[in-house]
């Protein structure tokens, strides 16, 4: 019972969330009701027992990637509002019949490739067939530094390039080569 | 499943009998209420302790600085001004709510409450002793450094709310402090984890002993530099002095929350001063040895060898009572070095707050990991002080044979 609550409010906070995201007015607000989807992804995670991927995805979600968001829409004046003082949007909507079929239209193929994908998975566990929690750190560390070593420098490659193109960029500019 | 408190008590032989008898009286299986009950009161209490202790942290912090420049501080209400802390609460009750006309009305309004939540979510996983830890999780620190980092969007989303130039730089050096200084704090916690092969504050704090020389602040010199690297890092994550740069009154009035009001104002001083003590709770645990007792007294070995006569199960109990008074005297301990900094060192700039943490503290944080690692891997994790043990008695050994 507290598995299939915990699994309700972290499927309705993950779902709201990302609905109020889309229909926000407000860049900042959508921002945080992002922040809202991604604590309930974490709690959809915590509830299938990937403690591990739960705790990361705070970290770096509620943590870095949410800060930042915030930091880069303040930073290029992207929170003003898009209607005026009568309701009426400043900006003319993108949605026309023919956006709105495209739209349809692919989303309706990519589910259905995705549950095509993941039909294997849909089978109907009562609670006894399920294995017991266990901790999933250790897993996760083997694996990474096993079968999936490739991986894992890849990705540790590109944020090094990452990281140094930052520095790059916001590296102070000598001016004609003389002094600032 | 992980230690909880409902794990611990249900060792009690007292525990299973309750639960049936009153699975008896509701006429269903009453295992999951009793849990969720146990949990709800063990909860109850560690959050209203805790806002006593913030409470007292403000009452502490005025004490202490009042001790440091020759003044008398507080002392009209209350023995010794001790219940000055309620008298501001009620100051904070009564005061008018004020939101500024142009502020964002839904984001000011769950600003506070995002840092207050950001810092109770911490206490779940914060070891107070053997038993009375809410949850031991597997994933213990990593789950604190996640939830902790709720606390820094919340500043930054008080500051941009409140609609003021003030408000608005000091929300923004919050967050790009909280953010940078994350990186050595999460490094060091990571040595630690290397040392102790866990990532839960049970695993941690069992790995180390009672006396000082079996904690890992001693293990070995690089975990002695992770511990002030910690210490410095958790200081700028409080947004505490020398790094109270949010909220530095000579430059921004009073930072991310100028604008803010009455119980608003209380929630983001409450926040601050709880993080402190989880955070000083989290050096304790982490490198001071956390609630071990010394002897055995923790355990409660040590009284049933001697005191036969005492029944284990209160013996045990006796323990844990040791044990959340250790745990509780070293993180005061700290606490009163956070306070005691504060009034003692500077502020630094912002600039140099960045300094340090890219230029200094990061590079060190990784210089202690990689050093760590490489004495564990050479020594297979002995301390430095049991290696010196051993040198100097096969020494005497050795001397002996001449």
């Not at chain 1, 309701?87 to 990519?110: C, Q, R």
């Not at chain 2, 604008?259 to 601050?272: D, K, S, V």
């Amino acid at each position: 019972m507290f598995l299939d609550t915990m699994f309700l409010l972290s499927a309705l906070a993950t779902l709201g969330g990302a609905l109020m995201v889309v229909m926000s007015k407000n860049l900042m607000h959508a921002c945080m009701y992002l922040l809202l989807s991604l604590f309930g992804v974490a709690g959809l995670y915590a509830t299938l027992g990937a403690d591990f991927l739960a705790a990361t995805q705070l970290v770096v979600y509620a943590g870095g990637v949410v800060i930042l968001m915030l930091f880069a829409i303040m930073l290029t004046g992207g929170v003003e509002e898009f209607v005026n003082k009568f309701g009426i949007n400043k900006i003319p909507s993108m949605g026309t019949t023919k956006t709105y079929t495209i739209g349809a239209i692919v989303s309706l193929i990519f589910s259905f490739v995705i549950l095509k994908t993941l039909s294997p998975l849909f089978k109907n566990y009562s609670q006894a067939d399920l294995p017991p929690m266990e901790s999933t750190v250790e897993d996760i560390g083997v694996l990474l530094v096993t079968d999936h070593a490739l991986a894992f420098e890849i990705s540790s490659v590109l944020l090094l390039g990452a990281l140094i193109g930052a520095a790059v960029i916001s590296r102070p500019r000598k001016i004609n080569g003389g002094s600032k | 499943m992980n230690d909880t408190i409902v794990s611990y008590l249900a060792q009690a032989p007292g525990y299973s009998l309750a639960v049936s008898k009153i699975s008896e009286i509701l006429g269903f299986d009453a295992t999951g209420l009793v849990t969720f009950l146990v949990f709800g009161i063990a909860v109850f209490i560690v959050v209203n302790v805790m806002a006593l202790v913030g409470g007292l942290g403000t009452y502490a912090e005025r004490k202490i600085s009042a001790d440091i420049q020759m003044r008398q501080g507080p002392n009209r209400v209350g023995p010794y001004g001790l219940l000055q802390f309620l008298a501001d609460g009620v100051k904070m009750i009564t005061k008018e709510d004020v939101t500024p006309r142009d502020a964002d009305k839904t984001l000011f309004f769950v600003a506070p409450l995002l840092a207050l939540v950001g810092v109770f979510m911490s206490l779940a996983v914060i070891p107070f002793s053997s038993g009375f830890t809410l949850t031991s999780l597997n994933i213990g620190v990593f789950y604190l450094l996640g939830v902790s980092s709720l606390v820094g969007v919340a500043i930054f989303v008080g500051g941009y709310a409140s609609n003021s130039k003030w408000s608005m730089l000091g929300g923004m050096r919050g967050a790009s402090q909280i953010i940078s200084y994350e990186v050595p704090v999460t490094l060091s916690i990571l040595a630690v984890v290397l040392m102790a092969g866990g990532l839960s504050f049970g695993t941690i704090t069992e790995a180390q002993g009672g006396l000082p020389h079996q904690w890992f602040i001693l293990h070995n010199p690089f975990s002695f530099i992770a511990f002030f690297v910690l210490f410095v890092g958790a200081l700028a994550e409080a947004n505490r002095a020398p790094f109270d740069l949010p909220e530095a009154e000579s430059e921004l009035v009073s930072g991310y929350h100028t604008e803010f009001t009455g119980m608003r104002f209380a929630f983001f001083a409450l926040a601050e001063y709880i993080e402190v003590f989880v955070l000083c709770g989290v050096c304790a645990a982490l490198f001071l040895g956390g609630y071990n007792v010394p002897f055995g007294l923790g355990s409660g070995d040590f009284i049933i060898k001697n005191f036969p006569a005492v029944h284990p199960m209160i013996a045990k109990q006796i323990g844990n009572v040791l044990q959340l008074k250790v745990f509780v005297l070293k993180t005061l301990a700290l606490y009163y070095v956070v306070i005691w900094i504060r009034w003692t060192l500077p502020r630094l700039r912002v600039d140099h707050l960045m300094t340090l943490c890219w230029k200094y503290m990061t590079p060190i944080a990784i210089f202690n990991l990689v050093g760590i690692a490489i004495w564990i891997y050479a020594f297979e994790g002995k301390s430095m002080l049991t290696l010196m043990a051993s040198a100097l008695s096969a020494m005497a050994g050795s001397g002996g044979g001449h």
